[in-house]
């Protein structure tokens, strides 16, 4: 495992001396349907590849900024984006069951609240041509969600994320790579229903990569969670940086 890790951070250092350590951080009100929200947008430069990030189910919070940074520190745009609303960042499970609960329920809104969103980014001279949607837990469902909108962008990918299909759905508008990176020991999203996504991409022909990490629950990415793990954490992003290289232009 000690040998992986630097590996890994070799990795990243690498990029990093690549791409370098540029760009700023903004915080962002903005409006979609006459409320108001409230990302974050860190700007790499003018020319930058983009992602749109979608947070799990606590609402926006420190998480999604570190993973932000991360991102940008290795030459990436990023708005990480708000899908409950300015101030609202749910601390007890009832309210996250609330909140997530009202949007699984109403998937015209999850769909607008997410275009919203990226056109804010565009305001902020985000590249949405060259972009990928990332999203964790129920934010990589969100992301699934716009896969199946149609939205034009290059790739989508959801971590630990929630599978399901919602009935008179499917992916046949989708536009770009589908890229799930999974725990197999996910007892929030099992891998019944992981499976029943892949055959769902197969016989729809839609280019997608899925992975199993084996003995990692939901939420393995969480630093600091519980259900952290480390070996599944550090692997499935470096999947994704490598995913990100191969799918948009720098």
């Not at 759905?169 to 029943?196: M, R």
Request: glycine content about 12%.
């Amino acid at each position: 495992m000690r040998s992986f890790r630097w590996a890994y951070s070799g990795f990243l250092i690498a990029l990093a001396a690549t791409y370098g350590f540029a760009g700023e951080s903004r915080s962002v009100s903005y409006m979609v349907d006459g409320k108001q929200y409230e990302g974050y947008f860190f700007d790499a430069g003018k020319k930058s590849p983009f992602i749109l990030l979608v947070h799990d189910w606590d609402g926006l919070g420190d998480y999604e900024m570190k993973r932000s940074r991360m991102l940008s520190k290795i030459g990436y745009s990023v708005f990480a984006t708000d899908l409950f609303g300015a101030g609202i960042r749910p601390s007890k499970m009832e309210d996250r069951q609330k909140l997530t609960g009202e949007l699984y329920s109403d998937r015209k809104k999850m769909r607008a609240l997410l275009h919203g969103a990226l056109e804010e980014a565009r305001n902020h001279g985000a590249d949405i041509t060259n972009s990928v949607a990332i999203g964790y837990c129920f934010g990589g469902a969100a992301v699934l969600e716009l896969a199946r909108s149609g939205e034009q962008l290059k790739g989508f990918v959801a971590f630990h994320g929630g599978l399901e299909t919602p009935a008179g759905q499917d992916y046949s508008g989708t536009k770009g790579t589908i890229l799930v990176l999974h725990g197999s020991a996910d007892k929030a999203v099992p891998i019944n229903q992981f499976a029943a996504l892949a055959q769902k991409l197969e016989s729809g022909g839609i280019a997608h990569e899925m992975i199993l990490y084996g003995g990692a629950d939901h939420a393995f990415t969480v630093f600091g969670g519980e259900r952290y793990n480390e070996n599944a954490d550090l692997k499935s992003w470096q999947r994704f940086i490598s995913f990100l290289e191969e799918t948009l232009e720098k």
